[in-house]
């Protein structure tokens, strides 16, 4: 599938996206990060285009959250640990580029980078690193799925 380097189009509505989600329920995606900055890195985001998690009705809150709480739960598993981040930007002025909802879980393990806190100035920039992968020729699409179908196991197991 061609992509046009169209600065325009939503990431996250863009119907490529759907090759990367392990888990969805109520209108709500977690999806793997084609740009991740530590193995495992998802996010969770609304199927349809929502800018701002204070647009969220109450119900609409609870969904997400749970959906999140979920992905969560298939991480550690597929990831065999209880470490985790969870993230949001919301403006520029607070790091975000892409206009759709979207939280960051990063699980963690013992010693995966120097210091702890290293994870949050490259999530910081990892909208810019989304929008660029989508606006070039995939990056390791064999590793994506790989994971891609390790989390979906996971999640039929814990389903079942
Ligand atoms: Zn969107």
């Given at each position: 599938m061609k992509m046009k380097a169209s600065g325009h189009q939503c990431p996250f509505c863009h119907p490529g996206i759907r090759k990367y989600i392990y888990y969805e329920a109520d209108g709500y995606l977690a999806v793997v990060n084609i740009a991740p900055v530590l193995p495992g890195h998802s996010l969770i985001i609304p199927e349809h285009h929502k800018t701002s998690i204070t647009s969220l009705d109450a119900k609409e809150l609870q969904l997400f959250m749970q959906v999140a709480q979920k992905a969560t739960y298939i991480l550690m598993k597929a990831f065999g640990t209880d470490a985790f981040d969870w993230s949001v930007q919301e403006k520029p002025e607070a790091g975000q580029s892409i206009e759709h909802l979207h939280m960051h879980i990063v699980p963690r393990m013992k010693n995966?980078?120097?210091?702890?806190?290293?994870?949050y100035p490259l999530v910081h920039q990892n909208d810019h690193e989304i929008i660029d992968s989508m606006n070039r020729p995939e990056l390791g699409p064999d590793d994506l799925k790989s994971i891609v179908d390790k989390l979906k196991e996971v999640a039929g197991n814990i389903e079942s």
């Amino acid at each position: 599938m061609k992509m046009k380097a169209s600065g325009h189009q939503c990431p996250f509505c863009h119907p490529g996206i759907r090759k990367y989600i392990y888990y969805e329920a109520d209108g709500y995606l977690a999806v793997v990060n084609i740009a991740p900055v530590l193995p495992g890195h998802s996010l969770i985001i609304p199927e349809h285009h929502k800018t701002s998690i204070t647009s969220l009705d109450a119900k609409e809150l609870q969904l997400f959250m749970q959906v999140a709480q979920k992905a969560t739960y298939i991480l550690m598993k597929a990831f065999g640990t209880d470490a985790f981040d969870w993230s949001v930007q919301e403006k520029p002025e607070a790091g975000q580029s892409i206009e759709h909802l979207h939280m960051h879980i990063v699980p963690r393990m013992k010693n995966d980078l120097e210091k702890p806190g290293d994870w949050y100035p490259l999530v910081h920039q990892n909208d810019h690193e989304i929008i660029d992968s989508m606006n070039r020729p995939e990056l390791g699409p064999d590793d994506l799925k790989s994971i891609v179908d390790k989390l979906k196991e996971v999640a039929g197991n814990i389903e079942s």
